[in-house]
């Protein structure tokens, strides 16, 4: 199928309470989309992620208290953890989530993660490389600790990468081609 055009769908009913029915319909409204697409995002959202990350272990926190902590650390203290959390995160999180350790399963996961964390998310490719622009908003140590974290990952993924950062975004660029 070409990219871009409408994917196949089934038809299906549902019993829903009549409230929550209310509810979504609201939502459609305020985000501008239909119901009907909506409904397929919530679905989708809760298959590819919100289930397979609870069993993975992922846990929601509100940004101000993981600032707050991220804050309190050293710039040496936040990149060793991060190099840390790297390595022993990764690996588990690819797989518990994509059943895959590849660039493709990791572009997967941290675009999850981020529109899922509302950071603004921005993804171009090309024949030489993947750039991937995230906003997060969460201050310079968030920056420093995400742009080892990302690097470390990358590198174990044999990838080579770029990654730049401002106090409230990355700029994660990385080479169609392997380290091997």
Do not use: C
């Not at 992922?58 to 953890?81: A, G, H, N, Q, Y």
């Amino acid at each position: 199928m070409a990219s871009g055009s409408k994917k196949d769908k089934k038809t299906i009913s549902f019993r829903i309470d009549p409230q929550i029915i209310e509810k979504l319909s609201d939502a459609a409204k305020e985000d501008k989309i239909t119901l009907n697409a909506l409904v397929d995002q919530v679905f989708d959202n809760y298959v590819s992620w919100d289930r397979k990350s609870a069993k993975a272990g992922w846990v929601l926190l509100k940004s101000d208290i993981m600032k707050l902590f991220i804050d309190s650390l050293s710039e040496k203290t936040l990149r060793r953890l991060a190099t840390k959390a790297a390595k022993t995160v990764m690996k588990d999180t690819l797989l518990s989530i994509s059943g895959k350790v590849d660039l493709e399963s990791w572009l997967l996961i941290t675009r999850y993660r981020s529109v899922r964390s509302n950071f603004a998310y921005q993804e171009f490719r090309n024949a030489n490389q993947t750039k991937i622009v995230i906003t997060h908003g969460l201050g310079p140590k968030w920056s420093l600790f995400h742009k080892v974290y990302y690097m470390q990952m990358l590198k174990d993924l044999g990838r080579k990468a770029i990654v730049d950062s401002t106090s409230n975004s990355l700029v994660i660029e990385i080479k169609n081609t392997s380290l091997h």
